[in-house]
């Protein structure tokens, strides 16, 4: 690989950093752990592995797109910065006071999860904009001036004021004001952030902007001049929460748009996978190190939603986490990866994270100091996992710190030799995920038994095989570099950005004309984001619109034509809520709250991948003691490297398949065929 075009994806997650380099036709990827302090130094040496694995020079390659659960946990840690947010007088309290809905109905000493911003930093002014944008009460500008007195000593501020989506005038002035008189401090308004209704959920968003903000954009300040530093002058661009791309400048204005931002390219690339295969159900399942990522992906598009939740303070629960009101990729996610850290409580059960090791100290089997058993010390152990092939050969594994951190930690204390403790481990964490798979199912009326499943991350290739069974699942797709999915996944977004807005409108009322002014704005402002990347490039509109029945407290999203028409729009949202709730409602008025427009560059279509033709039993390379989880022993496990697979050729488990950054296990009654595109097919057995 010595000409052409090299774009490079870059995904840090908890434990690993992945990069990927694309161009010339081929594909070279590197995994390096985290570096927490300062998250760019993982990627500078990354970069320079992958570099010279492909024998370029890092000044060759021309894209850098790269995703990051910096701001996820950030949020999480509460470790942003020191944030004060100005509202209107009488609604302080709305972000502590959330929606008064209990999310565990009947446990008596429920604790809401504290506001992102405490009291005291929380200030008033005395104005008023109403519902339709009219001004209600005025901003006096020397209020403001007088405020910004109360304000010294802040990094960054967010100014979240009543209605300020119908009418951001107000929002404006108090931006203009403190800018004015606090120099270098951080500004969010929430009319820009989240321009939506609810405002406990605009308030929040505007919140947790502000808080990460200054954080994200030293931290891209410095990757940026990192790269220089070593001869990259490619442009960095950020995968946002919603599954596109967007550029570095938009990205540290916006960064409560990052949340997610890894996870998501997971999705696109499951996304990309599915439409070559012509799957219209999938399960997208990402596990790496510190957490696992599910998502249903119908019709080779990912499920989006308008709000999500951070840092869930009761497993599962909805409810319970901090709502972040932007477009995104509707997935759950749980502390459930290779890092999690076991133990058991005093009830004397077997629990598995959310803690996690992370890259620092990593699980007992780095031998980098943890003395704790991870999910990757029970998956050693129960033989998933080679000690001297790890991460392609680069790191050797600690079999006697494993084994007595397993001892030490789980068996002794359950009164169970090392290797039934690791097994332990492993199922509360494969059951873990198997619940969250199946409530997440459950909440969007899917049957999962009817899905395939597609597994990739470092970990998930090792449990996907252990998950399908006990989810009712008859096949898996395990693509080629599935250890470094989500930064294969940045190479096939697209430029996207999608603009959002409420404005109230009762069919019965309907305006063709104003509609049309609502979407052409917001078409505008979507098309800016994305020009901004490619200013030449073809542009796609997607526009949605939220309905709903008058009287009902939530609306369902409908796919809306860009020319508004009273009874196309109409027959769309009946159509929908029909496909949702099997009826139509007669005699209601039916009205729109909130307006979308995506804008996205087209993506060339996936190569359909020829229909499997299954050939003759591959001859293994050698064998692998293997934990059986039917019998409790473990026993002979056909072993193979996947590059020795051709294709049409089948492996029947149990059975090990090696590669540089994971391992695929499969299961007993499972078998696994090499289909053209290089994925391994898993299905079981008749």
């Known amino acids: 690989m010595t000409t052409g075009t090299y774009h490079l994806g870059v995904d840090i997650g908890g434990t690993f950093t992945d990069v990927v380099l694309e161009g010339a036709g081929q594909q070279v990827s590197i995994k390096v752990l985290t570096t927490y302090a300062a998250p760019e130094n993982a990627i500078l040496d990354g970069i320079s592995q992958v570099c010279a694995k492909a024998g370029i020079s890092p000044g060759q390659v021309g894209r850098i797109i790269h995703g990051t659960t910096l701001a996820t946990n950030a949020l999480i840690e509460r470790r942003g910065a020191k944030t004060a947010l100005v509202t209107t007088k009488g609604f302080r309290d709305v972000i502590e006071m959330r929606t008064e809905s209990r999310f565990e109905q009947y446990d008596l000493n429920l604790r809401l999860p504290e506001a992102l911003i405490p009291r005291e930093d929380r200030h008033v002014l005395n104005e008023r904009i109403g519902a339709q944008g009219q001004v209600l009460r005025p901003l006096e500008r020397a209020e403001v001036e007088e405020l910004t007195d109360r304000l010294l000593g802040y990094d960054s501020i967010a100014i979240g004021l009543m209605h300020a989506y119908a009418n951001p005038d107000h929002e404006r002035m108090v931006a203009e004001v403190l800018a004015e008189r606090l120099t270098g401090v951080s500004l969010s308004l929430s009319s820009e952030v989240s321009p939506?209704?609810?405002?406990?959920?605009?308030?929040?968003?505007?919140?947790?902007?502000?808080?990460?903000?200054?954080?994200?954009?030293?931290?891209?300040?410095?990757?940026?001049?990192?790269?220089?530093?070593?001869?990259?002058?490619?442009?960095?661009?950020?995968?946002?929460?919603?599954?596109?791309?967007?550029?570095?400048?938009?990205?540290?204005?916006?960064?409560?748009?990052?949340?997610?931002?890894?996870?998501?390219?997971?999705?696109?690339?499951a996304a990309h996978i599915a439409a070559g295969h012509g799957l219209d159900r999938v399960l997208s399942f990402d596990m790496g190190g510190t957490t696992a990522k599910i998502c249903l992906i119908n019709g080779a598009t990912p499920k989006t939603s308008r709000v999500f939740e951070v840092a869930r303070s009761y497993r599962f629960k909805k409810g319970s986490g901090m709502p972040i009101s932007i477009p995104v990729i509707d997935m759950v996610e749980i502390g459930a990866g290779g890092g999690s850290l076991a133990s058991v409580d005093s009830m004397r059960q077997v629990r598995v994270g959310p803690e996690s090791a992370g890259s620092e100290p990593g699980p007992a089997c780095y031998g980098r100091g943890g003395k704790r058993p991870a999910v990757t010390d029970a998956d050693l152990l129960l033989g998933r996992l080679d000690p001297y092939a790890f991460a392609g050969g680069t790191m050797q594994l600690d079999v006697p710190t494993c084994r007595q951190a397993v001892t030490d930690q789980v068996a002794d204390r359950l009164g169970m030799d090392a290797v039934t403790g690791a097994f332990a481990i492993s199922e509360v964490v494969d059951e873990t995920m198997a619940n969250a798979a199946r409530a997440h199912a459950v909440e969007n009326g899917e049957d999962l038994g009817t899905y395939t499943m597609i597994a990739f991350g470092g970990a998930a290739p090792l449990h996907a095989g252990r998950l399908a069974e006990k989810l009712g699942v008859d096949r898996i797709l395990v693509p080629p570099g599935a250890g470094v999915g989500s930064a294969i996944g940045f190479l096939?977004?697209?430029?996207?950005?999608?603009?959002?807005?409420?404005?109230?409108?009762?069919?019965?009322?309907?305006?063709?004309?104003?509609?049309?002014?609502?979407?052409?704005?917001?078409?505008?402002?979507?098309?800016?984001?994305?020009?901004?990347?490619?200013?030449?490039?073809?542009?796609?509109f997607v526009t949605k619109g939220y309905f709903r029945y008058v009287g009902q407290g939530w609306e369902i999203p409908v796919d809306l034509p860009e020319t508004p028409d009273h009874d196309t729009y109409m027959a769309a949202f009946e159509a929908q809520y029909q496909t949702l709730f099997g009826r139509i409602v007669h005699g209601l008025d039916v009205e729109i709250t909130s307006w979308s427009v995506r804008c996205a560059t087209p993506v060339p279509?996936?190569?359909?991948?020829?229909?499997?033709?299954?050939?003759?039993?591959?001859?293994?390379?050698?064998?692998?003691?293997?934990?059986?989880?039917?019998?409790?022993?473990?026993?002979?496990?056909?072993?193979?490297?996947?590059?020795?697979?051709?294709?049409?050729?089948?492996?029947?488990?149990?059975?090990?398949?090696?590669?540089?950054?994971?391992?695929?296990?499969?299961?007993?009654g499972f078998t696994a065929t090499m289909r053209a595109d290089g994925c391994i097919d898993i299905h079981k057995e008749a």
Not at 208 to 218: E, G, I, Q, S
Not at 499 to 511: E, H, L, P, V, W
Not at 642 to 653: A, D, M, V
């Open 492 to 540: 096939r977004a697209p430029f996207s950005f999608e603009a959002t807005r409420s404005t109230y409108m009762r069919m019965s009322d309907f305006s063709a004309p104003f509609v049309a002014s609502v979407l052409e704005e917001l078409r505008r402002e979507a098309s800016d984001f994305v020009r901004d990347c490619e200013p030449d490039a073809e542009l796609v």
């Open 196 to 269: 939506q209704m609810r405002e406990y959920e605009r308030f929040n968003t505007v919140c947790a902007n502000a808080y990460v903000k200054p954080l994200m954009k030293a931290y891209l300040d410095r990757l940026v001049d990192r790269l220089a530093g070593m001869g990259v002058t490619a442009p960095v661009y950020l995968m946002h929460s919603g599954g596109g791309i967007i550029g570095i400048e938009s990205a540290a204005n916006f960064p409560v748009r990052l949340v997610e931002s890894g996870p998501a390219g997971g999705a696109i690339f």
């Open 605 to 668: 279509p996936a190569e359909s991948v020829p229909a499997a033709q299954n050939g003759e039993e591959v001859t293994p390379d050698g064998t692998r003691d293997l934990y059986d989880p039917a019998t409790g022993q473990h026993k002979p496990a056909l072993l193979i490297d996947r590059h020795n697979l051709s294709i049409g050729q089948t492996l029947r488990g149990p059975g090990v398949i090696t590669e540089r950054e994971t391992t695929i296990i499969v299961p007993t």
